[in-house]
Structure formats: C-alpha cells, structure tokens
C-alpha cells in the first residue's frame, strides 16, 4: 500500500489552517477538503470520508440556518464556534490519519529526520497517542459501570461527578504518566541520535504530492489577492 510520510502529513496539517483562513470564500475549504479525501483515499479509510462528508454537509446547513437567522444572539453564540469547526474539518480528516495509521516510532523517526527538539517531540507524540487510548479507557468506565449497574445522568450532578468525571480525571492523568514513560523508555531522551526500523525519508511521491498542493494553493492565494 502507498504511504504518505508521516512529515507530509504534519506539514499538509499546517498548511491547511494558513490557507483556509489567510483565502476568502468556501473554494478553499473545498479545495483542502478535497485533498484529505485523497489522503484518506490512500489509507483506504473510506468509511470516514464518507462520515466527514456527513459531517461537513450538517455544519454546512447549520451555519447556512444561522447567518439568514434574525436571531442576532444565535449567531453570536453558535456563530463562530459552527464556522470554525467547518473549517478546521480538513485538519480533523489528516489527524485522524496520523492518530490511527502512523506509529508513534514512526512518527518519533520522522521527527528527528528534521531535528526537532526533544521536548517538542515527547509533546506532539504523546497528545497523539493520548486520544486514542482515552477513548478505549472511556469504554472501559462505560462497561465497568454497566457491570455494576450504574446509570448515571448529566441530571445527577452528584453522582455523576463521582462515577464520571472523578475516574476520568484519575485515567487521564495516568494515561499521559504511562505514555510519556513509554516514550522515554524507547530513548527519546537519549542525546545519541536513535536508529529505526521504518524508511522513514521522504520519497519521490512525498514531494510530488506536497508540490501539486503548494501550486494548487498559491495559484488560488494569487488569483483570490487579484480578484479582490
């Protein structure tokens, strides 16, 4: 299967928020929509392109029904908030990527083909680890409970503070513990650079693929500067 590096990746991840927000009009989100389905095409995770069309589509018809709303205090509230997670789904397709189809050694490997400080690597690669496993430890409390036949409310403060909320602090804290021990176990911290099993170079495809999107957007940034 053709692999995209997990650089190429990081780095479409920082373009798309510059380019959404730096051009004018929906053609840019549509235009970064449509490259995360490609990378999503190359993952073969065609199950979530089609959920994060759905997504795209609601947000779409909710801030359509919010800016020809009269209601001023809807879109002040709900406004900016809708606009901004509309915009960010392309990033949300990318990460999910990294989050579900990079290794966190592969991805520690791709950091130091470029230098990045130790400190700086620990951080990115535990949060991207952390949100897959706190979503498996979240089921774990679901089933605990569910075992103990506890049914807990938002309309139970009480209860649901301590049946909830209470465990979930406690996991998370010790989830981010275990996964930076983790990472420090495999030498991250070791100033002698570190060897890996994974080609982790950015190939032909690589740049082919991040130079079509440079043109793609600087010809849109340009064209967009010149209509204005």
Known sequence: MIKLNPLTLIILNILFPVVIFLGKGMKYEIICML????????????????????????????????STSKIILLADLFGTLVYIFLRMIPVMMIAYILV???????????????????????????????????????????????????????????KYLEYWIVP???????????????AMTKGIESPIRR???YNVRMRSIDF???????????FLLIKGGKSC
């Open 195 to 197: 060897t890996s099993f």
């Open 35 to 66: 490259i995360s389905i490609v990378v999503l095409l190359i993952y073969k995770r065609y199950l979530q392109i089609f959920k994060f069309i759905i997504l795209y589509v609601i947000l779409s018809f909710i801030a359509y029904i919010i």
């Open 100 to 158: 579900k189809d990079i290794k966190s050694n592969e991805l520690l490997a791709s950091f130091e083909q470029i230098h990045l400080p130790k400190k700086l690597m620990l951080s990115i690669t535990v949060t991207l680890r952390f949100f897959p496993t706190y979503k498996l430890e979240m089921k774990m409390i679901r089933e605990s409970l569910k075992m103990r036949n506890i049914n807990i409310k938002i309309t139970q403060p009480l």
């Open 168 to 182: 979930v602090l406690m996991r998370m804290n010790l989830i981010s513990e275990e996964m930076t021990a983790t």
């Open 208 to 218: 082919i693929f991040l130079g079509i999107v440079l043109i793609i957007f600087i």
